[in-house]
């Protein structure tokens, strides 16, 4: 099912068995000062359907809700999302990385022409134990929202803007590059793709805080 009240500049593309579970990111967007300019893409499975005039789902450019058969495994549920998706960049989110107000605006500064990929700047959602801070910096270390803004040789697979260019050129192994590994980044760099860090593109990660 898709709603659509403009052509979009970003889309961004998230998986979830209901509204719900993606309720934090969906308000932190709802604060976007470039809302009107996002098209939001979320897979779900198709035995749990989402109501696309969900007040969460207000003011974006485009509402698109791609029915899968399953979440699971989760790397094939994001690639139908990336087909999906109809802005030149589209940005791979989480159900527990949340944007500030100018995510979205400084994504799209950066995606000037003179790159292919934006890694945004991050920071920790949850900093409450070392725990969350060892497995923050051990995924996300590298990108700290605090570290200069330029070109850089690679950035994580998740939690960052693509080009839908860049993305279609990996089209044959998106399920795979979508999973862990170094895939999608082997690919850009095999297309001599070039990836920008953004750090005033600023998004804040929940880590894993407890042994449980």
Known sequence: MTTTHRS???????????????GGVMEALGRQTRRAD??????????????ASDPAFAGFASVRLV???????????RAATVRAATASLVF???????AHPTFA?????????????????????NP?????????????????HHQPTGIIAAGPTWNVAYS??????ADDVLEAALGHGTLLG???????????FSPAARIDHANVSTPA
Do not use: K, Q
Request: aromatic residues 8%; charged residues 20%.
């Open 8 to 22: 979009p500049l970003l889309s961004v593309v998230l998986i979830t068995d209901h509204v719900r579970t993606i």
């Open 38 to 51: 996002i098209e939001v893409v979320i897979a779900h499975p198709a035995d749990a359907p989402i109501d």
């Open 67 to 77: 029915s899968v058969p399953s979440l699971f495994p989760m790397a094939t549920a």
């Open 92 to 98: 791979l989110g989480e159900t527990h990385s949340f």
């Open 105 to 125: 605006d400084e994504l799209l500064r950066a995606y000037d022409g003179t790159c292919d990929v934006v890694v945004p700047g991050f920071g920790n959602a």
């Open 128 to 144: 409450r134990n070392a725990l969350s801070w060892a497995a923050f910096l051990a995924d996300y270390g590298a990108w700290l």
């Open 164 to 169: 839908r260019e860049a993305l279609r050129d």
């Open 186 to 196: 082997m690919r850009l760099r095999a297309h001599h793709r070039r990836v920008r």
